[in-house]
Every structure is written in structure tokens, then in C-alpha cells.
């Protein structure tokens, strides 16, 4: 017998109505930010929201994650502690943290999750983790597939998430210091100024100028769409979609996108199955180019490669459509495959390496009508990033998610019984009791007519059984009623069954992976220093955001900048014409030191003092 797995598509809820569309749209789970103390500041959400998310999404045995991962003053622990305990309450799943703090807290039994902002890419680190207590430990993004699978081989029994699609941060999560130190903003504190899509020259040790004025650090979002079963086959449970500060129709269009993917994966390998109940019924075409990107990469899942960054805009350039020819009047005509529609948003990247855009009043076969004529030169490639008739379509409902049932309509010694039974074994009963009367025409079709209007309960009638010994008449209002019932009993008994899983964390001492934090770490207050003490570390800095760490490094990348420009003495053996050190300099004036440690193929970014 194979042994199955079950796999989770984690969609992102930026608010209540994301997360209903992303369980209506396939998730398997979801997850949405606290009303404190997220990754993402101006991602919060109200207990009252999160509680009706946990009711719609536990109904398809789905689940909810809620985000507490920033790091965590002093004066905030309380406060979070008694959060917790609110959202324990409401039902909530799991928490994803990052602050050990957390770990000191008297918690209720709810299980916790490693965000990717611990910086986990190491096994030893995923098994301290695992040790630790944690059931579900995120990977960082940059991890090949040969780094996750001998992670998973080490840790067989830790379940593992990683990011499949999405904004990327150059940095590795968590060890990104930048906007605290220009900006006074905190990224791992949810405030991130988004440093790395600014645009910057890169200037020598001479003072040449290198490339003037390009995003040099924006990378182009992630896409695993087709590296899904590789993903599965190295180990992984749980596969994330980046994204709660996006919009509703992102929201539906990727994850719909993926759960098909994801279906078809598992139509022919059995030993894969999805984590949840129910099967979409999609009213458009998922297509992931259409909602916001910066152009596609698979990052470094297959090792270092040249389509990674995105130095011409950090914007949305969305899905290639063609050329443009030649302009006429008041329109221009464009070569392609693929056809616009009036309303569309249109962008090229012009002869200075900038985003330029326009927006079309009409569309006449291949003449396009700008609202105004834009300067752009024939061959110039055209984007569309705002595709008017599909965004019309996912204003509407564009999914129904239906839980599979049979139906038994029976006949009793007191009258009739209907049984509703669903694809998760659940079942229920209910007896009506009527004398039985012959009816003067056949009624098996009206039976079943009326047994199958299931409409806008989660339900979804696969198969219809009548067994009775006559020909007996039941009035269809008599009926519909009964079902009424049945269903409303059966959406009960599935709340009742759910299996929520609980974790009681118990204190331990094993070993940290290191004897030392540097400001790395990210130790912000009393009750993580205690915790990594507990577990043999013996020197702790403090955490960044807390000292004035001069000469400190703000950013961990493996994007290298001198691979990017073909001079890596690793992979392209090429010498530079420039002299090092180099430097990022910002439209402001302030400058940035980049150094290079080959050994571990990673650029560091520091304040050039």
C-alpha cells in the first residue's frame, strides 16, 4: 500500500476577504496577519476577522496560520502573550513566529511555526527547530533543490514550507538590517521601506561610474509552477504563495493557478494528496502572468543563473503581448499572438532602460488607441500589466468550492430517512416521519430533482440513491425541507469533527547550532537571551535595531552583483576592468560598500563609513 503524504498549498490573506477567496479558490490553508506584531505592518487583521476566516476555512478542513513574526520588545510580550491566547481561542491553527521569546511564554497548545525570518537553511538548524518543538519550519528562498532534499533527508519527520511564487527579498529573511539603518524602519520588526527596489549606480573604487541609476538589488518574482513535483519529491509539505500586501484578484489567480497544478500532479502520483476537502470549480482561466510580477524566475532552486534580477523597474511589467510597428495618427499597430482589450494597461521598458506605460481607450484588430500617444520606437517590446476583461471577470465570483456528498433517501417503519454522507466519511441521519401514500405518477426523477439542489451549501451531490419499496408520493416542500435539515446537520458535524491539531511545548536544553550571537541573532529582549542560554549559547549581542552596530553588514545576498556584470572568478572566470571595492550609490547621495565572500558564493552590502 503506498504511504501518502499530504501536501498544503498556503495561500496569503491580506484581510478577511483575500483569505475566503483563497480557500474558495483552493487553498488548503492560509496565512493572515495578527492584529499586532506581523512581518507585515500594514497587514493587520481584527480577532473577530480571523475568527470568521477560521470558521469558513475549517469547514473544508482548511487551515488558518496567523503571523506573529516580528521581533518582540520587552514591554510587547505581555501583550502578546494574552493575543495568543485570543487566538487560540477563535480557533486558529498555528502561529508563525520568529522572536524565540515566544517559546517562554505560557502558552496555550497551539502549534508553532519557524518563519523564513529565523534564516533556516542549514539542518541544523531545521532539527534544532524541530527539537525545539516546532511543527512546521520555513525554509529560506534561496535553497536548491539538492540543499531542501538533504534537509528533508536529516529532518525526515519535520514538515517543510517553501516559498513557490512571489516577491523575492535580495536579502536572506531576517538578516536584512538596510532599512533600519537609513530609514529607521525595521524589517524585522514588519516595517520594511522596500530599500532594495530604489535605484542605484554602481561606482568603482575610482569613482567610474559602472551602471548609472538602475534597480541593481530588485529581483524578479518567484514561479515554481513547474517545478512542483521536484519541490515534492526533495521533501516538501507545504508550499507557499508570497503576497499579503496583494490585491483580492491576485489573491484568486495564483492560487487557482497552482491548486490546478497541483491536482494534476496528483491524478497520477498517488502518494501525494492535498491537505484539505472539497474541488474548485474555476469560472476563468488561471494564468499567473496576469496578475503582478516583475518578470519570472526560478531563483536558485537549480543553482546560480543570470534571470534573476530585475534592474530596469522593480514594477509589475506583467505578460509579453508583442511589438509595437509603427505609429499612424492617433493609434499604433502591434504584432503578436495575443490580442488586447479596450481598457488594458500597456508598459515597455523605453531607449533609456525606463518603465513607460499608457493605457488603451480602444482596440481595433491590431491598432491599439492610447488615451495619449506614447514615444516609443518600432520593435519596442510590449507588456500588458493591467488586462481590463480579466480583472472584470474576477470582480465577480469566479469560484465555487464544493465538499462531495451521496444521498440516500430511504424508507422506514415510521416513514422516510435521508442520509447525507461526504467525501470525508461524515454522516448524517434524519427520519421523517409520514404515513406512505402511492402516487398516481412515477416520482424516482422528482425524488432526485429535488434531493440535488444542494445550491449555495457547501455541498455537492455526486451520488443519489433511492431505496424504497414504492412508488410513494413525498410533496417536494416536504422534502426540500428535510434536505434543509440534513445539510445544515451535516455542516454541524463537520465542525464537530474537525481535527485541530494541539502542541503542548515543553522546555528544553539541547544545543543551539552556535555558542555565539552576533547582532544577527536578532535578540531583542530578556526572554529570548534566556532562551538561547538554556541552550548552551554563551556570548549574546543584542539585536540591531537595539545598539549602534558600527561597520555592521545590512545585507546577506547570494545575488551577486559581479556575477550579474559576468566578472564571478568562480563561475565565469572573467577579470572586471573595474578596480574593487565597489559601491551602490543612491540617487541621495548615500553610498554603500559591497564585498564579496566566494567561499559561500554571497555579496554583502555595508555603509560605506
Known amino acids: 500500500m503506498i504511504k501518502q503524504r499530504k501536501i498544503e498549498l498556503l495561500a496569503p490573506a491580506k484581510n478577511l476577504e483575500c483569505g475566503i477567496e483563497a480557500i474558495n479558490h483552493g487553498a488548503d490553508a492560509v496565512y493572515i496577519g495578527a492584529p499586532k506584531f506581523g512581518a507585515r505592518a500594514a497587514a493587520v487583521n481584527s480577532l473577530d476577522d480571523i475568527a470568521a476566516l477560521v470558521e469558513h476555512a475549517h469547514l473544508y478542513n482548511a487551515r488558518i496560520y496567523v503571523t506573529v513574526n516580528t521581533i518582540l520588545r520587552e514591554e510587547e510580550l505581555k501583550e502578546t502573550e494574552e493575543m495568543i491566547g485570543e487566538l487560540y481561542r477563535i480557533g486558529v491553527d498555528a502561529l508563525i513566529v520568529q522572536d524565540m521569546a515566544i517559546t517562554q511564554l505560557n502558552l496555550p497548545p497551539i502549534p508553532l511555526h519557524a518563519s523564513t525570518q529565523m534564516d533556516n537553511r542549514t539542518a541544523d538548524k531545521v532539527k534544532f527547530l524541530a527539537d525545539t518543538g516546532f511543527r512546521q519550519v520555513v525554509l529560506a528562498r534561496e535553497l536548491s533543490l539538492r540543499e531542501i532534499s538533504k534537509i528533508h533527508e536529516a529532518c525526515p519527520d519535520t514538515a517543510l514550507e517553501v516559498f513557490v511564487h512571489g516577491a523575492l527579498c535580495v536579502s536572506y529573511s531576517g538578516q536584512c538590517y538596510v532599512s533600519q539603518a537609513c530609514f529607521g524602519r525595521s524589517a524585522n520588526r514588519g516595517e520594511c521601506a522596500q530599500f532594495c527596489r530604489l535605484p542605484f549606480s554602481l561606482v568603482d573604487a575610482d569613482g567610474k561610474t559602472i551602471v548609472k541609476d538602475k534597480h541593481l538589488l530588485s529581483l524578479k518574482d518567484l514561479n515554481q509552477s513547474e517545478e512542483l513535483e521536484a519541490l515534492l519529491d526533495a521533501g516538501v509539505t507545504s508550499l507557499k504563495i508570497e503576497g499579503r ?5 491576485y489573491v484568486k489567480n495564483v492560487t487557482a493557478a497552482y491548486r490546478q497544478k497541483l491536482d494534476t500532479i496528483f491524478s497520477r502520483r498517488k502518494e501525494y494528496v492535498r491537505a484539505s476537502s472539497g474541488s474548485c470549480r474555476f469560472e476563468f482561466k488561471p494564468q499567473l502572468d496576469k496578475s503582478f510580477s516583475r518578470g519570472f524566475t526560478h531563483y536558485f532552486l537549480k543553482g546560480r543563473n543570470k534571470d534573476i534580477f530585475s534592474f530596469d523597474t522593480p514594477k509589475s511589467l506583467g505578460e509579453e503581448m508583442g511589438t509595437m510597428k509603427e505609429v499612424r495618427g492617433n493609434y499604433l499597430t502591434v504584432a503578436g499572438l ?13 531607449e533609456q532602460g525606463r518603465l513607460q506605460g499608457f493605457r488603451i481607450n480602444r482596440v481595433d484588430g491590431n491598432k491599439l488607441y492610447p488615451q495619449e500617444m506614447p514615444r516609443i520606437k518600432p520593435r519596442t517590446v510590449l507588456y500588458r500589466n493591467f488586462d ?4 472584470r471577470v474576477l470582480a465577480r465570483k ?84 428535510l434536505r434543509r435539515q440534513v445539510v445544515d446537520k451535516l455542516i454541524a458535524a463537520r465542525r464537530m469533527t474537525f481535527h ?42 543584542p539585536a540591531y535595531e537595539k545598539q549602534a552596530v558600527e561597520e555592521a553588514v545590512l545585507m546577506f545576498c547570494k545575488h551577486c552583483l559581479r556575477y550579474s556584470m ?16 565597489y559601491y551602490l550609490v543612491g540617487t541621495d547621495g548615500k553610498r554603500f560598500r559591497l564585498s564579496f565572500d566566494c567561499k559561500i558564493c554571497q555579496m554583502k552590502v555595508s555603509a560605506a563609513l
Open 338 to 350: 495575443k490580442s488586447f482589450n479596450n481598457g488594458d494597461g500597456v508598459c515597455y521598458i523605453d
Open 500 to 541: 485541530r491539531e494541539l502542541a503542548v511545548l515543553k522546555p528544553t536544553t539541547h544545543a543551539y547550532p552556535q555558542q555565539t550571537l552576533s547582532y544577527l541573532g536578532n535578540v531583542m529582549n530578556t526572554r529570548a537571551a534566556s532562551f538561547y542560554q538554556d541552550h548552551g549559547v554563551k556570548d549574546i549581542e
Open 245 to 249: 500586501l496583494k490585491d483580492v484578484s
Open 398 to 481: 469566479s469560484s465555487e468550492r464544493k465538499i462531495a456528498v451521496s444521498i440516500l433517501l430511504a424508507e422506514n417503519n415510521f416513514g422516510f430517512s435521508l442520509t447525507l454522507t461526504d467525501e470525508d466519511d461524515n454522516s448524517v441521519t434524519l427520519t421523517l416521519p409520514r404515513d406512505k401514500e402511492l402516487a398516481r405518477t412515477p416520482q424516482e426523477d422528482n425524488l432526485r430533482n429535488q434531493l440535488s439542489k444542494l445550491g449555495n451549501t457547501p455541498f455537492e451531490a455526486m451520488r443519489i440513491d433511492i431505496d424504497l419499496t414504492g412508488n410513494w408520493f413525498i410533496p417536494a416542500s416536504v422534502l426540500s425541507d
Open 388 to 391: 481590463q476583461e480579466f480583472e
Open 566 to 581: 559576468g566578472w564571478c572568478p568562480v563561475h565565469q572566470r572573467e577579470r572586471s576592468p573595474y578596480k574593487e571595492p
